[in-house]
């Protein structure tokens, strides 16, 4: 069984959002351009895995992450995230180091649109 999951994913700027996702993590890739502000990205290493981007009101964000990103390798992934200085108003709220517990390390990030994410690299296949 195949199982695709598509958050959607809102800010007021959708492009900074685009360019977050897709030029600053380099994490997914632009799959449809529909127009007014709203785009399908899908993740460069599972196409299972997409987001719905689109213009909305960032006011509704929960402090809580929205989704999570399992990547196979985190530490090179933190430390280009960590010397970044992200054009996109992004954040890295990971400040240090990453976070390891005993299923993997993570680490959390803030989008453009005050959108809460976390990356990971789990210890499990």
């Given at each position: 069984?195949?199982?695709?999951?598509?958050?959607?994913?809102?800010?007021?700027?959708?492009?900074?959002?685009?360019?977050?996702?897709?030029?600053?993590?380099?994490?997914?890739?632009?799959?449809?351009?529909?127009?007014?502000?709203?785009?399908?990205?899908?993740?460069?290493?599972?196409?299972?895995?997409?987001?719905?981007?689109?213009?909305?009101?960032?006011?509704?964000?929960s402090p809580r992450p929205l989704f999570t990103i399992a990547v196979q390798e985190i530490d090179s992934l933190f430390q280009r995230l960590k010397d970044l200085d992200f054009s996109s108003g992004a954040e890295l709220l990971t400040k240090?180091?990453?976070?390891?517990?005993?299923?993997?390390?993570?680490?959390?990030?803030?989008?453009?649109?005050?959108?809460?994410?976390?990356?990971?690299?789990?210890?499990?296949?």
């Open positions: 069984m195949l199982i695709s999951i598509w958050p959607h994913v809102q800010a007021p700027d959708s492009e900074l959002l685009v360019k977050f996702y897709v030029s600053e993590l380099s994490l997914f890739k632009i799959a449809s351009d529909y127009g007014m502000g709203s785009y399908l990205l899908v993740a460069n290493e599972n196409p299972s895995l997409g987001l719905q981007i689109s213009p909305g009101d960032s006011r509704e964000i240090e180091s990453f976070f390891d517990y005993p299923a993997g390390k993570s680490m959390s990030l803030k989008d453009p649109g005050g959108n809460i994410l976390v990356i990971e690299q789990p210890y499990f296949d």
